[in-house]
């Protein structure tokens, strides 16, 4: 599966939904030109087991012993690329449980592994690298964080960077623009704004209204 075919995808499904003349403002209160709910790739049994196939052998190259997913958006992700691997899967929080035994990793421990820890979106990266703290913690070598779609934010890259953890995304933001403006999604106009927020996110909003 090519960047573009899954960026059409996601664009079919309605999981990723472009408006930079009409932000979204999102839960922080930023303005962005784009939301992204990859969960509506879910209801679909031939794109979503595509994704999967994609999701494994990128993971294969990647010589795993343990495949993790997020909680929870990269839990069903995680699940289908260990079952189509034949390895073990584990579930990882961004926080330890408040309650029962206050575990962040559900399945096997870690300690040991050579783990692919899978994630569905990544914005700054924030909660993926909680979950990638997590599994060092434990003892395991997280090779690398693989992801559906990234926004490709500056401040998502130095994060990964900053924690020595290799990303790789399956639909990249610039795939995602290129296949919306031949699709005729956006206009040159509107491709234009959606790579000026990704360039620096936090001037857009504020020119759009937002924090």
Not at 100 to 105: L, N
Not at 181 to 203: E, F, I, M, N, Y
Request: glycine share 12%; proline share 6%; with cysteine.
């Amino acid at each position: 599966m090519t960047p573009a075919e899954l960026a059409g995808g996601l664009l079919d499904k309605g999981a990723v939904k472009l408006s930079p003349e009409a932000p979204f403002t999102w839960s922080s209160g930023m303005k962005a030109p784009i939301y992204c709910d990859n969960r509506q790739l879910l209801g679909d049994p031939a794109l979503r087991g595509r994704i999967a196939d994609a999701l494994a052998e990128a993971a294969r190259a990647l010589s795993p012993t343990l495949v993790a997913g997020t909680s929870t958006a990269g839990i069903p992700w995680g699940a289908l690329a260990a079952d189509r691997l034949s390895l073990p899967f584990a579930y990882v929080r961004p926080e330890p449980k408040k309650h029962g035994m206050g575990r962040q990793v559900e399945g096997p421990n870690a300690k040991g592994h050579r783990i692919v820890l899978i994630e569905d979106l990544i914005s700054t990266g924030g909660s993926s690298l909680k979950c990638v703290q997590a599994l060092r913690a434990e003892g395991g070598e997280v090779a690398a964080v693989l992801a559906l779609f990234s926004y490709g934010l500056p401040a998502g890259s130095a994060a990964f960077d900053a924690a020595g953890c290799p990303l790789q995304v399956l639909a990249t933001f610039e795939a995602l623009v290129g296949e919306a403006q031949r699709r005729g999604t956006v206009d040159a106009a509107g491709a234009d704004s959606l790579k000026a927020w990704q360039r620096d996110a936090a001037s857009w909003s504020k020119a759009k209204g937002g924090i």
